[in-house]
């Protein structure tokens, strides 16, 4: 069964950097591409860009472009989203996707979130 | 504003049929499948229509999805009260480079 199991809340201050992380298991992970996808609070959701694990290509949304960076380590099958110097408006839960093979690419699972705060 | 347009709520009454429109004036975005997701309240949003009509294993036949020209619909028949959540289209945009979701639509059942 797939799970895509993922890193607790975190409260951070503008400014501060942070890695939070996406553990897969049930398939085999080079094979699907993880997406990161942003709920704002009392919003909906905003795609912010893919990788492929198996060669770590990544594709950020322009709106994402230079704050955050993804990144994949194939060895345990973790995906990761960092952020180098978080501001108040990165408050948000993250959540990592599976994407569902070509040709379709939807996401058909997802992890349970990480709430992101960031608070001075 | 999202590219993908969703009405903001919706309601129903139990048993009722309702539909949720999902619509786009952006020719690039609408000549691409349409999925749809849906998300309870304080959980992730979970897949619900792929490839604008096809429905993954374990989700009951109650919801349908279609799509004509540039917009979608997913159709909820028999409403539940288990069926209050937030409803969300999403396709691929060929300019972006990426997904594009719609605001999302708020369904209550009265």
């Known amino acids: 069964e797939v799970h895509l199991v993922q890193s607790g809340a975190e409260v951070k201050k503008p400014g501060e950097s942070l890695r939070i992380f996406c553990k897969a298991s049930?398939?085999?992970?080079?094979?699907?591409?993880i997406s990161w996808v942003r709920q704002m609070p009392g919003k909906g959701l905003e795609w912010m860009g893919r990788?492929?694990?198996?060669?770590?290509?990544?594709t950020i949304s322009p709106s994402f472009q230079s704050h955050v960076t993804m990144s994949a380590d194939k060895s345990i099958s973790a995906a990761y989203l960092q952020w180098s110097g978080l501001k108040a408006s990165d408050t948000a839960i993250y959540y990592c996707?599976?994407?569902?093979?070509?040709?379709?690419?939807?996401?058909?699972?997802w992890g349970q979130g990480s709430l992101v705060t960031v608070s001075s | 504003q999202s590219v993908l347009t969703q009405p903001p709520s919706a309601s129903g009454t139990p048993g009722q049929t309702v539909s949720l429109s999902c619509s786009t004036t952006?020719?690039?975005?609408?000549?691409?499948?349409v999925n749809w997701y849906r998300q309870l309240p304080g959980t992730a949003p979970k897949l619900l229509i792929f490839?604008?009509?096809q429905r993954p294993s374990g989700v009951s036949d109650r919801f349908s999805g279609s799509k004509s020209g540039t917009s979608a619909s997913l159709a909820i028949s028999g409403l539940q009260s288990e069926d209050e959540a937030d409803y969300y289209c999403?396709?691929?945009?060929?300019?972006?480079?990426?997904?594009?979701f719609g605001g999302g639509t708020k369904l209550t059942v009265l």
């Open positions: 990788i492929d694990p198996s060669g770590s290509s990544v």
């Open positions: 952006d020719t690039n975005i609408g000549s691409n499948p």
């Open positions: 999403s396709a691929w945009d060929d300019s972006l480079n990426g997904w594009v």
């Open positions: 490839s604008n009509n």
């Open positions: 996707v599976r994407h569902a093979e070509f040709p379709t690419y939807h996401f058909d699972y």
């Open positions: 049930g398939y085999t992970f080079t094979a699907y591409w």
